[in-house]
Every structure is written in structure tokens, then in C-alpha cells.
């Protein structure tokens, strides 16, 4: 728990870090691209397709009567674009998980390890490759349980259950495996996940609700469909400062879990406690003794 805790509040004051800011924006600038461009091209043609398949049902069209006879009609028009909403959104969180994991998740481990763990071997288990890898494979079966479980989310509770539970297991997945990359071995990192997998999944569920926080930005109904040039760039960048959090979180407790299980192994690397007089040899295999005081010698000038 002092791990957790620790490794939480180190990844809140790095979100604060001018560099962790701007590194957001660049996620950012492409995920607002690509959102404008698909509705650009298709936010009309989805939304007839979409209303259109509402007028077909008898059920909803009932649904819907029963909305005009209460005075609530107006909603009947923001219905078809609520559910292309409502669909597109677990496609930007998925986008949103992958681009960060790809442009920022190696520059904050990179971060994380050149401030707390500069003298830590890195032993390179995983790859570039690995990791395009390893996200697609786990975005394809968050994506295969997402689509499953849509019609769980009819059921009041599980709606606020199941999405954070799969984004939180892609999370955990998905930015373990990139905190690990470059300092474990292939068998240090399975350790590790052995070891700490239910904690490393908290983690990722606690993200994956954090990354629901943007929904509220969407919660204004009628108003979204007027407002969509803003609220889309506000709600993508909350998405990336969320991965961001969670890249650092995993990346400063991951590397502190690594670094403790090197020390009970004992493959470690040596604390080094220097000599205020020698600190300027410390790269040479025999430093000067210091002088005695009052010897009447000059000690030797540093480099």
C-alpha cells in the first residue's frame, strides 16, 4: 500500500510538469484532427443512418409518442446524435489510450527514471515492436469484451461497472507493459506482473473511471450537438492528461517494484555513499586518502 500510495501522489506533482503539459498537447493535436475529420466526412451520413433506424422500430416510436404527449418532443431530435455519441466515445477512449502509449508513455518512463532511478540497468525485455504488439493485441480484446458486454450495460448497475473495468484492464495492460520495457527482462517482467497483478489492475480500474470524468463535459444533451467543435477538444484532452496520469503512476510504480525486487535478488545496482573529499574521483579505481589535518601538504585540487 506504501508503494501505491507513493508511486500516486509522485505521478500527480509530474502531471504538473511543464514537459508532461506540453507532451499532452501533441496526443492532442491528432486526436482533434482525426475527430474533426470523421465528422467532417461522416457525422451526417451516421446520424441519418442512425435516425433512420429509429424510425423503424415501433417500440421506440411509441417511446417516443409518449415523449411528445409529456412536452418533452424536442429530444426526439437529439436522439439519433446522442447514440453516435454514445458509440464513438469508448472508440476516442481506446484511440486516445493508444496514442498516448506510442508519443508519451517512453518520454515520462524515460522522465521517471532519469529524476528517481538514474543508475538502474536496463535490460531492454521489451521492444518498439513488442509494444505495438502487445497494445493491439490487448485493444482487440478490450474491444471484443466491449462490444460483448453492450448489452449488459441495459442493466442500471453494470453500465457503471463494466466499461471502467475493461478500460482499467487495457490500462493495466497496456502501460505496465510500456513502465517495463526498457529496464526488465522478459522474466523480471513477468514477475512483476505475477506479483503485483491485482494491484496493477486497481490501478488501471481507478484510470478507467477517471477516464469516464470526460463524460460529464458530454452531459448536456441537446446542447452537445451545438457545441461539438468545443467540447470534443476539451474532452480528448482530459482523456490524454488521464493517460498521462496513468502512464506516470504505472511508470513510478512499476520501476519502484522493479528496483526493490533487484535488491531482494541482489542484482541491484550499489548505492554509492561519496566522500565529500574524493566526490570529484569517483569515476577512478583509487582515489587520494585525504590528508591528515595539519599536515602542512595541499590536498589535491579537483577536476
Not at 23 to 51: H, I, M, Q, T
Not at 96 to 101: E, M, R
Not at 232 to 240: F, K, M, Q, S
Request: a neutral charge.
Amino acid at each position: 500500500m506504501t508503494l501505491l500510495l507513493d508511486s500516486f501522489w509522485r505521478a500527480v506533482v509530474y502531471c504538473l510538469h511543464p514537459r508532461v503539459i506540453a507532451l499532452s498537447f501533441l496526443p492532442l493535436l491528432l486526436l482533434v484532427g482525426l475527430a474533426l475529420g470523421l465528422g467532417y466526412f461522416y457525422w451526417e451520413p451516421a446520424v441519418d443512418g442512425v435516425r433512420q433506424m429509429l424510425e423503424a422500430s415501433e417500440l421506440l416510436n411509441a417511446f417516443l409518442g409518449w415523449l411528445q404527449s409529456v412536452g418533452m418532443g424536442a429530444l426526439k431530435t437529439v436522439f439519433a446524435p446522442l447514440i453516435v455519441i454514445a458509440v464513438v466515445t469508448p472508440l476516442l477512449v481506446v484511440v486516445s489510450l493508444v496514442v498516448v502509449a506510442v508519443l508519451m508513455a517512453p518520454a515520462l518512463v524515460s522522465m521517471v527514471s532519469e529524476r528517481r532511478f538514474p543508475r538502474m540497468d536496463r535490460l531492454r525485455g521489451g521492444s518498439t515492436l513488442g509494444s505495438v504488439l502487445w497494445s493491439l493485441g490487448s485493444v482487440l480484446l478490450a474491444l471484443v469484451a466491449l462490444i460483448a458486454s453492450v448489452p449488459l450495460w441495459l442493466v442500471p448497475p453494470l453500465i457503471l461497472i463494466l466499461p471502467p473495468l475493461i478500460w482499467g484492464w487495457l490500462t493495466y495492460r497496456v502501460m505496465a507493459y510500456d513502465a517495463l520495457a526498457l529496464h526488465a527482462s522478459k522474466a523480471e517482467r513477468q514477475t512483476l506482473f505475477r506479483r503485483h497483478r491485482l494491484t496493477l489492475l486497481g490501478m488501471g480500474v481507478m484510470t478507467g473511471y477517471l477516464g469516464a470524468a470526460p463524460s460529464l463535459v458530454w452531459a448536456s444533451g441537446a446542447l452537445f450537438a451545438a457545441a461539438f467543435v468545443v467540447l470534443v477538444p476539451v474532452a480528448i484532452w482530459i482523456y490524454t492528461l488521464v493517460f498521462a496520469f496513468s502512464s506516470l503512476w504505472f511508470a513510478h510504480y512499476c520501476l519502484a517494484a522493479l528496483d526493490r525486487l533487484r535488491a531482494e535478488s541482489g542484482t541491484a545496482a550499489p548505492v554509492e555513499v561519496l566522500d565529500p573529499i574524493t566526490v570529484g574521483w569517483k569515476d577512478e579505481p583509487n582515489p587520494p586518502p585525504s590528508l591528515p589535518i595539519g599536515s602542512g601538504a595541499e590536498p589535491p585540487r579537483l577536476p
